[in-house]
């Protein structure tokens, strides 16, 4: 994960079944990596906001146009500044699991 | 307020939406829509023998008519067998919506009786799709699945409705209104204009259509284009139709097999115009090597297709039909007569292998000839293989929704079933399907649903006893390894045929043009058996992943 440039994919789509699947549908069919996944839903709950930790690739691009044309994505914006909350998670995990190791 | 249910709502729905015939198979999980559909007098079910022929059945349809046609499976083993027909549509933008039947909702994730994920398998396959998890959904789910099959670049849509669903009541106030398509993207004056500078700027511009040019009906538009700009026209697979074959700017097919003098012909312009195409690797060759020395402007309706696979200096996103029209009036009368000049002597130093004139000698000129005895309101189907390319490369095609064949998925079993749509949605026309001996045997059990519905549809088999495009490429690629595509056994085809109920001629025994004269003449369904010599290659050819100048045969017309 290190060795890589990383940018974090913020897409707004519906909330309901099936959505994270065509999202990742498109990751998996490229062998594409998605290296973490962070979804919550948005204040009104109808729709919901995902955000996937990535390397930065020549492929996101069109990768980012085909999301857009998926009936449930809303929006899509590469950021990555978001990659720090990432960081934090990881750092939270991580002692999460010492800690339980621990226990 | 009505009360309705699930499976009577979908019906009505269907009804507004100007459905008439609906191809499909009963099962356990789509039996209450079934039940409802007998009542329906708008619609016409079209039993077909397996659920790939019913999808593809609704293809020929919609490929037809360019409007979203319907088909049906149960769930299961039905959704399965109904999924190559929508990976076909989906490669090659035909609006479909296909309801599927599931098992009760309670029973869903159970590993129930004839329960398949059928939402999880349709997602890279479909444009869209929906598991519907209450009646009331239907009301907003079946005009939208239209609406999306319909909009933008066309595609399938699935609708998997579980089997309580179908029957559970609902009150209805008013049925939504029937679903259209979104208006194409405006296109921007400016790129019109940047787009114009450049066609009139170029010494040698080729424009260059696809399937897009025949879904947006702008096949007349695009030959005005042409003329005025002298600009040669290239087509790929799917936009074989746009054109007149005889049309002095074709300059045919590009790509893999395309003419040799084509290819040349490519690689010397200074600007594309490409419009519906993708560049699909059977059209570009090896891509960084093609026409690199052009500048591209791209014309798609699909976001996703503008620079995907090549950088272009303009891409227009829009309707192509609109964006032609736009730009006719700035596009400059040339006559170009260096271009064309310089392509007619490399088409004489390369004489195409397509024939001039039919006759016998060989598939190419036969399909010619059964070209030149048709109508030219015939609609044409392949199936996969030889037969398909020389089909390409010889019928003489005048205009229009008029070519049906499996571009981007190359499904073997395609052209009987789309021949019976066709038919059945156009049935003031005939319909032919160029087939192969080992691709009618995908879906000859629809041999069946011609008769029951007596179509107007003729197959003109070549019966080479092999697959023989794989064959071709084991001898050409793999030293002459021809393993497993030979078929060891003579199936008489005629005797079979006849067991179905078809009219039958049989080349073998007699072969005249007044024969062949006859055969299609006949209404309803009728086979033409011709065999042919496995050596029949379908020539010239790039290998493949090969750049398009590098092609094998074709620099002799033998
Ligand atoms: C469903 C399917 N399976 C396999 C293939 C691979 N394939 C392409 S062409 C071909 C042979 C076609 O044989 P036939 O229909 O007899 O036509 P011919 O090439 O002999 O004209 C095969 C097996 C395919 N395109 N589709």
Redesign the interface.
């Known amino acids: 994960m290190a060795n890589h440039a990383h940018t974090v994919l913020d897409i707004l789509v519906n909330n309901h079944p099936g959505v994270m699947a065509h999202v990742t549908g498109l990751f998996s069919r490229r062998a594409f990596n998605v290296e973490a996944i962070l979804c919550l839903p948005v204040a009104d709950t109808s729709t919901s906001r995902i955000w996937l930790l990535v390397n930065e690739d020549g492929r996101l691009d069109q990768m980012m146009r085909q999301m857009r044309k998926l009936q449930d994505v809303y929006e899509v914006t590469a950021s990555a500044e978001h990659t720090k909350v990432f960081a934090d998670l990881a750092s939270v995990m991580s002692s999460e699991s010492n800690q339980s190791m621990a226990g | 307020m009505r009360e309705m249910t699930g499976a009577e709502c979908t019906v009505r729905l269907l009804e507004r939406q100007g459905i008439t015939i609906i191809s499909g198979i009963p099962g356990g999980a789509n039996l209450p829509l079934y039940d409802a559909l007998s009542r329906s007098k708008q619609i016409k079910h079209i039993l077909a023998r397996h659920e790939q022929g019913a999808g593809f059945i609704a293809q020929g349809m919609a490929r037809t008519t360019g409007k979203p046609a319907v088909c049906l499976a149960t769930s299961g083993p039905g959704a399965t067998n109904i999924v190559t027909a929508i990976a076909d549509a989906k490669l090659d933008s035909v609006p479909l919506v296909c309801i599927t039947g599931q098992v009760p909702t309670p029973l869903i994730g159970t590993d129930a009786f004839q329960e398949v994920d059928t939402?999880?398998m349709s997602?890279?396959i479909t444009k869209?799709?929906f598991?519907v998890r209450s009646a009331q959904e239907l009301l907003t789910v079946i005009p939208e699945a239209f609406r999306?099959a319909a909009s933008g670049r066309p595609g399938p849509v699935l609708v998997d409705i579980p089997r309580d669903v179908q029957l559970e009541h609902i009150a209805v106030d008013d049925l939504p209104a029937p679903a259209v398509a979104d208006a194409p993207p405006v296109v921007s004056d400016t790129d019109i204009a940047t787009a114009a500078e450049m066609i009139n700027r170029a010494a040698r511009p080729v424009l260059w259509v696809g399937g897009g040019v025949v879904a947006a009906q702008a096949d007349a538009i695009c030959k005005n284009l042409a003329e005025t700009a002298s600009m040669p026209v290239t087509m790929t697979l799917m936009g074989l139709s746009v054109i007149p074959r005889d049309h002095e700017l074709n300059i045919g097919m590009l790509g893999m097999h395309a003419e040799r003098y084509t290819n040349m012909a490519m690689e010397g312009c200074d600007l594309i115009v490409a419009a519906g195409v993708r560049f699909d690797d059977r059209a570009t060759g090896k891509v960084n090597e093609f026409c690199p020395n052009a500048k591209v402007i791209h014309i798609d309706i699909?976001?996703?297709e503008l620079?995907?696979l090549r950088s272009v200096s303009l891409g227009i996103l829009g309707d192509i039909h609109d964006v032609f029209s736009k730009l006719l009036p700035k596009i400059e009368t040339k006559p170009r007569k260096e271009w064309i000049g310089y392509i007619s002597a490399l088409k004489s130093a390369f004489p195409p292998h397509s024939p001039s004139e039919s006759g016998f000698e060989s598939p190419q000129k036969f399909i010619r000839l059964v070209g030149e005895l048709s109508d030219n309101s015939t609609i044409v189907t392949t199936d996969v293989g030889k037969h398909q390319m020389w089909t390409a490369q010889s019928y003489p095609f005048t205009g229009g929704r008029q070519w049906l064949t499996s571009g981007g998925l190359g499904t073997m079993g395609f052209g009987l079933p789309v021949a019976i749509g066709a038919a059945l949605a156009a049935p003031d026309k005939k319909v032919i399907c160029f087939s192969g001996d080992g691709s009618i045997l995908m879906n000859m059990q629809e041999l069946a649903t011609a008769v029951e519905h007596n179509v107007d549809v003729t197959v003109v088999l070549f019966n080479n006893q092999c697959l023989g495009l794989v064959h071709q490429q084991q001898e050409l690629f793999f030293e002459g390894n021809c393993f497993s595509s030979e078929y060891p056994i003579a199936l008489d085809y005629v005797a079979i045929l006849r067991g179905f109920g078809w009219h039958v001629c049989d080349l073998a025994e007699n072969c005249s043009e007044e024969i062949v004269k006859q055969a299609l003449a006949t209404e309803g369904p009728c086979l033409i058996h011709m065999p042919v010599s496995r050596e029949e290659k379908v020539l010239p050819m790039v290998p493949p992943g090969a750049a398009n100048r590098v092609m094998i045969g074709g620099d002799t017309n033998g």
């Open positions: 939402y999880g997602i890279p869209h799709n598991l999306l699909d976001h996703c620079d995907k």
